[in-house]
């Protein structure tokens, strides 16, 4: 009896782990230099900048800002972009030298 209850127990966490696992949200962000603005509720990377996120990835941006009021990801010039899991993708007829990248919706717009 101690064996099952044992054996469904690591079963359980086993399972778990394995749940809690693929909804891993975590961005990584770096860049060279950052700078915070509490007014505007921003933060501004410069120089360098790299992104890891479950939904795409991105090297050497010259610029990302991030803006909490609006939800969005701001990224200048960015290369190697890989998209992993974007809800959708929208592109503008204007050429702009940057894409936005909404964490709400999931929705990149080029």
């Known amino acids: ?14 399972i778990s782990s394995f749940i809690f696992a693929q909804e891993n949200d975590t961005v990584q ?3 060279d230099n950052s700078t915070v603005n509490i007014a505007e509720k921003t933060i501004t990377y410069t120089g360098n900048v790299q992104l890891t996120s479950p939904f795409f990835t991105f090297e050497q941006a ?7 009021k609006t939800d969005n ?19 503008t007829p204007e050429e702009k030298e940057f894409i936005v990248f909404n964490t709400r919706t999931r929705k990149l717009t080029l």
């Open 73 to 91: 990801i701001i990224i200048y010039k960015p290369k190697n972009i890989k998209y992993l899991s974007i809800e959708e993708i929208e592109k």
């Open 1 to 14: 009896m101690i064996k099952i209850k044992l054996l469904l127990t690591c079963l359980m966490i086993g």
């Open 29 to 31: 962000l770096k860049g």
């Open 62 to 68: 010259e610029k990302v800002i991030i803006d909490e």
